[in-house]
T-cell receptor, first 111, second 113 residues
Framework: AQSVSQHNHHVILSEAASLELGCNYS??????LFWYVQYPGQHLQLLLK??????LVKGIKGFEAEFIKSKFSFNLRKPSVQWSDTAEYFC?????????FGAGTRLTVKP | SQTIHQWPATLVQPVGSPLSLECTVE??????LYWYRQAAGRGLQLLFY??????ISSEVPQNLSASRPQDRQFILSSKKLLLSDSGFYLC????????????FGSGTRLTVV
């Protein structure tokens, strides 16, 4: 089965700073890639997804992610974070019926 | 539209007692269904998934079991809870075909005392 690694456990940024959260996976076949977000006290929600085509995908709330196949990476980015982006972010990789999640990165944005 | 219901939201159970968590999906048919456990700093651990009635795949051998008695119903059970079963349990569904993302339920916070 595939595995997913998120590099940062906790990231603390000031508002307007740029964000990049790392995600690497290991799997030899075709995968679909996702980023989920969990705001405090809320459900996990889909932020963005990559299936095929343009490796740069845009999601909700100004987030984007780039799939680099040669590096098995799918890093999440946002040019300027807001306090409301404080949440936990999960990278996920799906192969067939099997979705595996990373350990999550907690993002704290200071006002 | 499709919705997923999971209950109860919180549960406190003594060690050795049985467990039954229920998850149902509305507005779709033949969904793939999943049980995950979320632990702080460890992300989401896949426990069970099901691609059809009576079809259960177990990812982690442990004190839990799952059943799918109906197309849109997925139940997580235990005969005797352990302290280590405490955690946050999430049910999720995805379309039976294709490679869409998952839609998660609101979760159940289980505390075994």
């Amino acid at each position: 089965a595939q595995s997913v690694s998120q590099h940062n456990h906790h990231v603390i940024l000031s508002e307007a700073a740029s964000l990049e959260l790392g995600c690497n996976y290991s799997y030899g076949g075709t995968v679909n890639l996702f980023w989920y977000v969990q705001y405090p006290g809320q459900h996990l929600q889909l932020l963005l997804k990559y299936f095929s085509g343009d490796p740069l995908v845009k999601g909700i709330k100004g987030f984007e992610a780039e799939f680099i196949k040669s590096k098995f990476s799918f890093n999440l980015r946002k040019p300027s974070v807001q306090w409301s982006d404080t949440a936990e972010y999960f990278c996920a990789v799906r192969a067939w019926n099997d979705m595996r999640f990373g350990a999550g990165t907690r993002l704290t944005v200071k006002p | 539209s499709q919705t997923i219901h999971q209950w109860p939201a919180t549960l406190v159970q003594p060690v050795g007692s049985p467990l039954s968590l229920e998850c149902t999906v509305e507005g779709t048919s033949n969904p793939n269904l999943y049980w995950y456990r979320q632990a702080a700093g460890r992300g989401l651990q896949l426990l069970f998934y099901s691609v059809g009635i009576g079809q259960i795949s177990s990812e982690v051998p442990q004190n839990l079991s799952a059943s799918r008695p109906q197309d849109r119903q997925f139940i997580l059970s235990s005969k005797k809870l352990l302290l280590s079963d405490s955690g946050f349990y999430l049910c999720a569904w995805s379309p039976g075909q294709g490679a869409e993302g998952y839609t998660f339920g609101s979760g159940t916070r289980l505390t075994v005392v």
